[in-house]
């Protein structure tokens, strides 16, 4: 069993004690035999309470002041839910977690509102955060005791763009990836994640031979370093987290 989280690409070391809390409560779950899928939404939710996190109530504002989020959930058993463009829910990891069990991938704006109520889920005003710059998505990939590897992400976006904006977070391949063997969770500048769809690429490292360490870099060192990302990846054997800028990141292992 392992798990690997993240606190943001560009976030500082000041907010690693809340990582910290993430991976624990995974890590826990994991041991007492929680699935993988439960164990990385339980350390993104832990991350999405905390408002010093760009996620859940500490979501990013956009150009208009409006709080809209995206997340992800994906298990290497071949489910994936996406959700995007989403307001008033405090832990959209939470809506993804359940279109994941749907016949269908995504689900974006009002109808994700709707289908977050229609499924029990709270609605709450979401302040979001006005800080200037609080890191960017939050992300958790947990292996169980099974060998399923799951990925959930959460973000708020980059502060100042248009509402309605949906960047890498919620784009299989570019945001996240797991496969057999694999799973791969990106943070940063949400257009140059997709635009080189970021995590199918460093997972094809990954079967090339690569360590996890190594694939992480190469992907990583496709681009300049005043372009912000950052990546962790779990494979059958290692965890690892790698970024061209500061990011909190925690790993558990067995
Ligand atoms: N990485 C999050 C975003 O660009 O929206």
Redesign the pocket.
């Given at each position: 069993m392992r798990i690997v989280v993240h606190g943001g690409?560009g976030h500082t070391g000041e907010v690693q004690d809340g990582v910290e809390t993430a991976v624990d409560i995974g890590w826990k779950l994991l041991g007492d035999g929680a699935d993988a899928v439960s164990a990385a939404v339980a350390s993104v939710v832990v991350l999405e309470d905390d408002s010093r996190f760009n996620a859940g109530t500490g979501a990013c504002l956009r150009a208009d002041g409006s709080v809209q989020t995206?997340a992800a959930v994906a298990c290497n058993d071949g489910r994936l839910g996406t959700i995007s463009v989403l307001e008033d829910i405090a832990n959209p990891v939470q809506v993804a977690r359940l279109v994941m069990d749907e016949d269908f991938d995504a689900l974006a704006g009002k109808g994700a509102l709707d289908y977050a109520r229609s499924r029990g889920i709270t609605t709450t005003t979401v302040i979001g955060s006005e800080k200037p710059w609080a890191g960017?998505?939050v992300g958790a990939v947990a292996q169980d005791s099974s060998g399923a590897i799951a990925v959930a992400s959460s973000?708020?976006?980059?502060r100042g763009?248009l509402a309605g904006?949906?960047?890498?977070?919620p784009h299989w391949g570019g945001?996240l990836w797991t496969d057999a063997g694999v799973g791969i969770a990106?943070?940063?500048?949400?257009?140059a994640?997709s635009r080189r769809l970021l995590c199918f690429r460093v997972a094809r490292m990954m079967a090339d031979g690569l360590s996890v360490q190594k694939a992480l870099e190469w992907g990583i060192a496709l681009y300049p370093p005043d372009i912000v990302i950052g990546l962790i990846a779990l494979s059958d054997t290692e965890g690892a987290g790698f970024s061209n800028s500061s990011m909190p990141w925690a790993l558990r292992q067995d």
């Open positions: 690409a995206d960017d998505t973000t708020g976006g980059i763009r904006r949906v960047g890498d977070t945001g990106a943070t940063g500048v949400g257009e994640i």
